[in-house]
């Protein structure tokens, strides 16, 4: 976080001594606009001969943050920058060490004023601070090396032009002698003139030597200059573009999983415009540099430098473009699961778009959809000859068109897609057993704008990470496989959408603990992601976790191939637990009350040597998001309740469920279940509805043979496979009979709820729905 970004949030006291700081000599609207220059600029201690531009740079900042200011409401902000800039400039342009030397002043005391605040020193980010510190003070030397690039320019066109003038006296003193070799006789005093004039010439052609010397030394010293910022910026964008903006494209990916981003886009932009002001100011020197050479006199002319200045002038031309290309990105990636028919939303940005002025003229962007094999050839296409020609679309998108928009205050060109929906998809053809949630598509955002004044015209484009798109929501589970594989293990520079069809498990299994821990808010311990490295094995695997790590881990096995005894795969069963707990189970999970990931046998012996009444809960492994009531009965044999699955939850809380069952008393392994399940019971309603009636309130119980003996139980087990009796709850009501489970999805209030889904209850999503019954 930047010192400025710490200071707003200092309380209200605090902020007025920063304020204080400043005081009439430097404005705080100033500090504001500025904050990031200021600050990359101030940070590290520089010498005096490299704080002589600090004056120009200043005011030249300042302009430009107040060129930006176009809307009515920044009218004053950018009057009082405009006045800043000409104090500044009146004030310290012969003087500008004391400008800097106040600045770095303030900067201290602000850090000393939020250190003191806060209770905390200022510690920045150090990896990111050092990183941002080597990236600004790169760019600083740059723009010192092009300001001096600037002055020489100025120089020799002086000399130039100082040359011309010495020539052309030179030329008419010659001529003056020839006339008066030819006007007549040749007297003395014409003897005296012509000697006088002769020695005038010698001595101008002499400086005029020393003047062609000059110039030319001065060119070539110019020339190596200019070279030598277009190799450090070629090295600087580079390092912003290859290293930084790369590694943000991947954080965003992985994002998609759940990684948190460490990067900050903005501060990003802030390089790359910092590169596109430094490129253009180069390019235009190089330009200026070529028309001097070419309007001097003949003279002067080097022919060598004119295939120079051509070549470097395509040289830094083609590093505009690379950035202008290369900046245009996906802020907001579209979802990465979308079905058709359903609105999505997705946000380009053109990252130096404000610093080229491209809002001048707004460009528009369209969106369509591709294939996996078009986004190959388009790539392929680009790296040979250049932009080919228009990729097939393979659905039809609506909305898909916006013009881009310049916000002055965040200095974003940006334009977000709030209504896109994909009307319909056309499928490629399967190979083998490849399913439609296998297929990869992707969405290419394009756009056309030009920069200075038409003077170069750039076509952009980039694709969105790939999608996967489905038309019910029972395709939902697969299309994050396929999704999650992507995001985790697609190798840098990779051909779309090449994935490797093995990983290590120790690979896999942080995927699924950073994807469980983003969706649920709990982590997954080293048992638990032990037993679903035995489950996706289908094996026990008494072994370290080192040489565990080391096994690897097909697609196949991942996602295709179903469970022993089962007909769902492994991330089935995976995505369905993620689902119940996100929705239904997050605070019992995060606060360790839930089991979870434990075998059946596993559960049975533990609770075979607890008192009765002892109860865990566990992931169902027969039932597909399904938890599961496991408890010590008397006789210390273990039962295990019918699992409850969303649909179960959305109409009575499992913390609910606990408090109905008076069988169960003890979590594992001898907690009472109200020590730490109470906060979670539902209060009960003690006044009637407002319109008059009673509410009834579900509860659940166990059956009647229950009561009876440990072998009728499991006799009525509802699954025979199973070694554990397996009990089904039913509910019952303060205002109606007695209703098992089976008998209330036939009741008139669960076909209430079924309608509440036109097509159907096979169609609807318990996971997301916000609903409750009591």
């Known amino acids: 976080m930047s010192l400025w970004a710490r200071a707003q949030q200092l309380p209200q006291e605090s902020l007025q001594q920063v304020r204080a700081i400043y005081g009439d000599h430097f404005p705080i609207e100033v500090r504001h606009c500025l904050a990031t220059w200021i600050e990359s600029r101030i940070w590290t201690s520089e010498p005096e001969e490299q704080q002589r531009f600090f004056v120009e740079e200043l005011v030249q900042e300042i302009q430009t943050n107040a060129d930006l200011m176009l809307s009515p409401e920044m009218f004053v902000t950018k009057m009082k920058l405009i006045e800043a800039a000409k104090n500044f400039h009146v004030q310290y342009s012969h003087e500008p060490h004391k400008l800097y030397a106040y600045l770095r002043r303030c900067l201290a005391l602000e850090m000393e004023v939020i250190q003191n605040a806060m209770g905390t020193p200022y510690v920045a980010q150090p990896h990111t601070e050092r990183k941002y510190s080597e990236l600004i003070t790169g760019l600083q030397n740059v723009r010192q090396k092009v300001n001096m690039a600037s002055e020489e320019i100025r120089s020799l066109q002086a000399n130039i032009e100082s040359f011309s003038l010495q020539y052309h006296e030179c030329l008419k003193n010659k001529g003056h002698i020839n006339y008066l070799q030819q006007s007549g006789p040749i007297t003395a005093e014409r003897r ?48 912003v573009l290859d290293e930084e903006l790369i590694k943000w494209k991947r954080e965003q990916q992985l994002s998609g999983n759940g990684v948190p981003m460490q990067s900050n886009l903005n501060t990003i932009q802030e390089w790359c415009e910092m590169l ?49 290309t290369s900046t245009f990105v996906i802020e907001k990636q579209p979802p990465q699961v979308m079905k058709t028919n359903t609105r999505f939303t997705a946000t380009v940005r053109l990252l130096v778009g404000g610093q080229l002025n491209v809002h001048m003229t707004p460009p528009r962007v369209t969106v369509v959809i591709i294939s996996e094999q078009q986004a190959q050839l388009l790539l392929k296409n680009e790296t040979q000859t ?17 013009c881009m ?41 394009q756009s056309e704008f030009n920069v200075g ?27 994050w496989a396929t999704v999650t594989w992507d995001n985790a293990f697609s190798p840098p520079g990779r051909v779309p959408f090449a994935v490797p069809d093995k990983v290590t498990w120790g690979q896999l299994a942080e995927t699924l603990r950073i994807k469980f821990g983003s969706a649920t808010g709990g982590d997954l311990s080293e048992d638990n992601l032990r037993f679903l490295a035995e489950k996706i094995f289908r ?84 039932e597909l998001g399904g938890i599961t009531i496991a408890w010590t009965g008397e006789g210390n044999e273990v039962f295990s309740l019918q699992p409850f699955t969303s649909r179960d939850l959305m109409l009575r809380s499992l ?54 003996s440990p072998a009728y139980a499991h006799a009525h087990s509802p699954d025979s496979q199973r070694n554990t009796p397996s009990v089904q709850s039913s509910y019952f009501s303060a205002a109606t009979p007695a209703q098992t489970e089976s008998s209330f999805m036939d009741s008139e209030l669960f076909e209430q709820i079924r309608a509440f889904e036109p097509d159907g209850l096979d169609d609807f999503d318990f996971y997301s729905a916000n609903m409750s019954m009591k």
């Not at 060109?413 to 056309?426: A, D, E, H």
């Not at 004044?453 to 697969?478: A, K, M, Y």
Request: proline share 4%; net charge neutral.
């Open 276 to 324: 596109a002001d430094l490129i253009w100011t180069s390019r235009q020197q190089v330009n200026n540099v070529a028309r001097i050479n070419s309007k001097t006199i003949v003279e002067l002319r080097q022919p060598h430098l004119v295939e120079m200045l051509d070549d470097m002038s395509k040289q830094v031309t083609s590093l505009l473009s690379t950035l202008v």
């Open 655 to 708: 913390a609910d469920r606990i408090l109905d069952l008076a069988q169960l008393q003890f979590l594992y392994p001898n907690v009472a279940k109200d020590d730490v399940f109470s906060k979670y019971y539902t209060k009960p309603e003690n006044e009637m509805l407002k319109n008059g009636y009673v509410k009834p309130v579900l509860v659940t119980t166990l059956p009647p043979y229950m009561s009876a």
């Open 405 to 445: 928009e310049y916000q002055p205050t965040s200095r974003q060109l940006s334009v977000s897609f709030r209504n896109m929906q994909l009307r319909k998809i056309k499928r490629a053809e399967k190979k083998g057993t490849e399913s439609v949630m296998d297929e990869k598509l992707t969405l290419l955002f």
């Open 539 to 622: 094996t026990s695997l008494p072994m370290s976790t080192m040489e565990l790590n080391a096994m690897t881990v097909s697609w196949t096995q991942f996602c295709k191939d179903a469970l022993p005894e089962r007909n769902f795969t492994f991330w089935e069963w995976f995505y369905m637990v993620v689902k119940v707990t996100r929705d239904y189970l997050r605070t019992l999970w995060c606060d360790r009350l839930i089991m979870g990931f434990i075998q059946k046998k596993q559960a049975e012996e533990m609770l075979a040597k607890c008192p009765p009444g002892t109860f865990l809960l566990r992931f169902s492994d027969s």
């Open 453 to 479: 004044g038409g003077e170069l015209v750039f076509q952009v484009w980039t694709l969105s990470l790939p999608v996967v798109v489905i038309v019910h929501g029972n395709q939902e589970p697969h299309g």
């Open 192 to 239: 005296e003139l012509e000697a006088c004039l002769r020695v005038q010439i010698e001595e101008m052609e002499r400086k005029l030597n020393a003047l062609v010397a000059q110039i030319n030394q001065s060119q070539m010293e110019l020339v190596d200059r200019m070279k030598d910022n277009i190799a450090n910026l070629r090295q600087l964008q580079s390092q």
């Open 386 to 402: 250049g932009r080919g020609k228009q990729p097939v679309e393979c659905g039809d998108i609506l909305n898909n068109s916006g």
